[in-house]
């Protein structure tokens, strides 16, 4: 039973490029959150996927943005990167949304370096 | 809105010795709380689950108690062992406002346990 899938490992990218970020979630699993752990800190919430659409959304701007595919795979993409991007870019999966969600198992993340 | 914080941010201890982790949070308006651990670089890895009607969950060496009314919790970590070297992240899932139906969580405790 595959868990949580993320790509790629690790990312560089220069300051003002466009990135996407892809996940699988773990089977069965239809929700997908993503948040942002800066080094040293604990992750932030970005926002939240359930069937198709943006159900949740953290304190983040509008550069960041998101996909959710029929077979409930998702994207992050952020636009304009700034050197305050790079992170470890953490993927959860859950089953369902609101109250039932509360169980999230995450991926490995993908490093995001922004020169 | 919900803060947590995790007390001490560093921890080194000799092996063998028992050891605990603390957890505050602002917001008792919780649907469950999730001790994590994450080793450098990698996700996280869920390692004991309280539904905000327990008091306590136990898994090997790891117990983990939940105190809503004062907003506390703590992982105590039994004949502590070098592979329990990471940092321990204290996340709730809430029920109000903006931390509804979402991970909220600390800045983590490293832990070094000394061979």
């Known amino acids: 039973d595959a868990g949580v899938t993320q790509s790629p490992t690790h990312l560089i990218k220069t300051r003002g490029q466009q990135v996407t970020l892809r996940c699988s979630p773990k089977?069965?699993?239809?929700?997908v959150s993503w948040y942002q752990q800066a080094l040293g800190q604990g992750p932030q919430f970005i926002f939240q996927?359930?069937?198709?659409?943006?159900?949740q959304r953290g304190n983040f701007p509008d550069r960041f943005s998101g996909h959710q595919f029929p077979n409930y795979s998702s994207e992050l993409n952020v636009n304009a990167l700034l050197l305050g991007d790079s992170a470890l870019y953490l993927c959860?999966?859950?089953?369902?949304?609101?109250?039932?969600?509360?169980?999230?198992?995450f991926g490995p993340g993908t490093r995001l370096t922004v020169t | 809105k919900q803060e947590v914080t995790q007390i001490p941010a560093a921890l080194s201890v000799p092996e063998g010795e028992n050891l605990v982790l603390n957890c505050s949070f602002t917001?008792?308006?919780?649907?469950?709380l999730q001790w994590f651990r994450q080793d450098p670089g990698k996700g996280l890895t869920s390692l004991l689950l309280?539904?905000?009607?327990?008091r306590e969950q136990t898994s090997g060496r790891l117990n983990a108690s939940l105190d809503k009314s004062s907003g506390r919790s703590t992982l105590y970590i039994a004949a502590s062992q070098p592979g329990d070297s990471a940092t321990y992240l204290c996340?709730?899932?809430?029920?109000?406002?903006?931390?509804?139906?979402?991970?909220?969580f600390g800045k983590g405790t490293l832990l070094t346990v000394n061979p």
């Open positions: 959860a999966s859950s089953l369902g949304w609101g109250r039932r969600a509360y169980e999230q198992y």
């Open positions: 089977s069965g699993h239809d929700t």
């Open positions: 996927y359930y069937e198709e659409e943006e159900r």
């Open positions: 917001d008792s308006a919780i649907y469950n």
């Open positions: 309280i539904q905000s009607s327990q």
């Open positions: 996340a709730l899932y809430g029920l109000s406002g903006g931390s509804n139906y979402k991970l909220t």
